[in-house]
């Protein structure tokens, strides 16, 4: 049983195109986020919600839009894709500040 | 905008021997974390440290945290071919939000 799950795993897609990706965590945490990790593998918070309610929004282009139907589900929706996009996305959940667990996440290429 | 620096930023030794990894930063996190990343996967949570001059062992790694809750350390003994891997350090700030400020990482190599 995974405890954060995202899709897809990998994503290749052209520049301009529109594209989500999808978090499910079933561990009953209230915090969900979503981290970018670059080319040098430097981690970066984009965003936090709490119990479907948006906390972080850490200077994110608008093309940027997370969702969250409830608090079990986080996704994130690009518009507009540029190629300075591509990176590792990570979904992650917590309860605490000691309980946080991560996703596998989702390569994105933008071509 | 608080900031955490890690070194050695790539790290090559030999099986047996022994290395330490610094985090520090010139702000105060109520507490701080330690992952360990491999290729294709997320970071995988090791530790978290809260209290000042706090010490945990897991196995063969040692963190301790600073007195004044700014800098940690991740010391491995006698290092493994399974150590290797990305180790990060993770700082969360006060407050509810449990936010992850990371250091840039160290990349670890441990050659049989």
């Known amino acids: 049983d995974t405890a954060v799950s995202q899709t897809p795993k990998y994503l290749v897609t052209q520049m301009g195109n529109d594209k989500s990706i999808k978090c499910e965590q079933n561990l009953g945490h209230d915090t969900m986020y979503w981290y970018k990790q670059d080319s040098k593998k430097f981690l970066k918070i984009m965003f936090s919600y709490n119990n479907k309610e948006l906390i972080i929004n850490e200077t994110v282009p608008n093309r940027f839009s997370p969702k969250s139907p409830d608090k079990a589900h986080l996704n994130l929706h690009i518009n507009s894709l540029e190629l300075g996009d591509s990176a590792v996305y990570f979904c992650a959940s917590s309860q605490s500040e000691s309980g946080y667990t991560f996703g596998s996440g989702t390569r994105l290429t933008v071509v | ?112």
């Open chain 2, 1 to 112: 905008t608080q900031l955490l620096e890690q070194s050695p930023q790539f790290l090559s030794i030999q099986e047996g021997e022994n290395l330490t990894v610094y985090c520090n930063s010139s702000s105060v996190f109520s507490s701080l974390q330690w992952y360990r990343q491999e290729p294709g996967e997320g970071p995988v949570l090791l530790v978290t440290v809260v209290t000042g001059g706090e010490v945990k062992k897991l196995k063969r790694l040692t963190f301790q945290f600073g007195d004044a809750r700014k800098d940690s350390s991740l010391h491995i003994t006698a290092a493994q071919p399974g150590d290797t891997g990305l180790y990060l350090c993770a700082g969360i700030s006060g407050g509810s939000n449990y936010k992850l400020t990371f250091g840039k990482g160290t990349l670890l190599t441990v050659n049989p």
